[in-house]
């Protein structure tokens, strides 16, 4: 018997998502039609100048504009940042470096040390182990 693979499609923001793009900033043929998973490898080995402008200049999605500003999707939402933002305008936030922005820094900076503390304090007790 032969056994017949279908092809693996996802939703648009899905692949938006994986992407790391805002959907409703993509063109609508992208957002009304299914994306396959060799579409999907296709997008991110040679990127349509459409995709190559959205990753460049935004909107980006919430994901995206906290990691370039260094902070959680949290605390995205308690500096009030709820909408997408362009490059631009991640770019002068930085600049103006807000006292929010400057405090979820900060709280961004304590939660990686602690983790960083955690996964080593892990590995030590791994090792006792072994001995």
Avoid: C
């Avoid at 993509?26 to 957002?31: A, L, V």
């Avoid at 991110?44 to 500003?69: I, K, S, T």
């Avoid at 305008?89 to 600049?95: C, G, P, T």
């Amino acid at each position: 018997m032969k056994s017949h693979q279908s092809t693996q499609t996802m939703k648009p923001a899905t692949a938006a998502k994986k992407l790391g793009v805002y959907l409703p900033a993509t063109p609508s043929e992208f957002q009304e039609g299914v994306v396959s998973r060799a579409e999907l490898n296709e997008l991110q080995a040679n990127p349509p100048q459409w995709l190559q402008d959205l990753r460049q200049n935004g909107p980006h999605p919430r994901p995206v504009v906290a990691a370039r500003l260094g902070i959680s999707i949290a605390g995205l939402a308690r500096g009030g940042v709820t909408e997408a933002l362009t490059t631009e305008q991640i770019e002068a936030l930085r600049e103006d470096g807000p006292e929010w922005l400057e405090k979820e820094r900060a709280t961004q900076a304590e939660v990686r040390k602690e983790a960083a503390r955690i996964k080593e304090q892990k590995q030590e007790k791994k090792q006792g182990q072994e001995s």
